[in-house]
């Protein structure tokens, strides 16, 4: 009877803050903008900027309207290390045998290493470089994620690179995960060879094939920014060649 009778308490307390006009109908009010009234983009606006407006570490919230929810989520939570990476999920007391990327051995497995400086990632990164016109050289991560290169080149494109260079954090990031679950299934087919038992098959590719992603950059790139993007008027042609 404790609780309840404190939750009656708390309801008495709110109704005494109410005045009835019993000149007027009951009816619902939209506090938030009580000049405009309610609308579903305004909601959406609200709960967009309690989503991406929270703060961590200092880092700014960026925005880019020419790429699907999903990925501004991701480079969100990149940004903040919110990835499941090995590194991430060793301080959060989850038991792992290695923090080493399982894709290229190379380094610790952290967000910066697969997306930008792991084997595969360098090699996306140059093809994706080199589509645009841009050379072999890759800049520094906070660079790709503001899509910032300090060139007036890029300037009238800066908000489509950004949006280009999102999608390629984000596919990319899905390749070596799709990798490192095929290695897993290898390697169980090994074990199990060993012991004499019917292998595991898969014919996935032990390594993710750079041109068939590149190609899927493309093309998703060019659907999801062409749809968006109302002022500029893209062609199929012009973007695989030369955007």
Same mark, same amino acid.
């Given at each position: 009877?404790?609780?309840? *009778?404190?939750?009656?308490?708390? +309801? ?33 606006? =609200?709960?967009?900027?309690? #989503? ?17 929810? %999903? =990925?501004?989520?991701? =480079? ?19 038991? /792992?045998?290695? /923090? ?14 697969? +997306?930008?400086?792991?084997?595969? *990632? ?15 050289? #890759? ?19 800066? %908000?489509?690179?950004? *949006? ?19 290695? %897993? ?31 899927? #950059?493309?093309?998703? !790139?060019?659907?999801? #920014? ?6 500029? %008027?893209?062609?199929?042609? !012009? ?5």
């Amino acid at each position: 009877m404790g609780r309840t *009778a404190a939750q009656f308490s708390e +309801l008495q307390s709110l109704v005494q803050q109410c005045f009835l006009d019993r000149d007027k109908d009951d009816g619902w009010e939209w506090t938030f903008d009580t000049q405009n009234g309610f609308t579903v983009k305004k909601l959406s606006q =609200i709960i967009d900027g309690v #989503i991406f407006g929270r703060e961590n570490n200092n880092v700014e919230s960026l925005r880019n309207r020419l790429v699907p929810k %999903k =990925i501004e989520v991701f =480079i969100w939570r990149a940004r903040r290390g919110r990835i499941p990476v090995r590194v991430e999920l060793d301080k959060r007391g989850i038991d /792992l045998h290695s /923090l080493r990327c399982p894709v290229c051995d190379g380094d610790i497995e952290t967000v910066e290493h697969i +997306l930008f400086t792991c084997n595969f *990632a360098k090699e996306v990164w140059l093809k994706v470089l080199k589509w645009w016109g841009y050379g072999s050289s #890759i800049f520094g991560y906070e660079d790709i994620f503001l899509g910032t290169f300090g060139s007036s080149a890029f300037d009238n494109k800066r %908000k489509i690179w950004q *949006a280009v260079c999102w999608i390629v954090c984000y596919l990319s990031q899905g390749a070596l995960k799709t990798e490192t679950e095929t290695r %897993k299934a290898c390697q169980v087919g090994v074990v199990a060879q060993a012991r004499g038992q019917p292998p595991v098959t898969n014919q996935t590719p032990l390594y993710p094939s750079i041109p068939s992603l590149l190609m899927e #950059i493309q093309s998703l !790139s060019f659907d999801w #920014i062409s749809r968006r993007h109302k002022k500029h %008027k893209m062609d199929w042609h !012009s973007w695989f060649n030369n955007p």
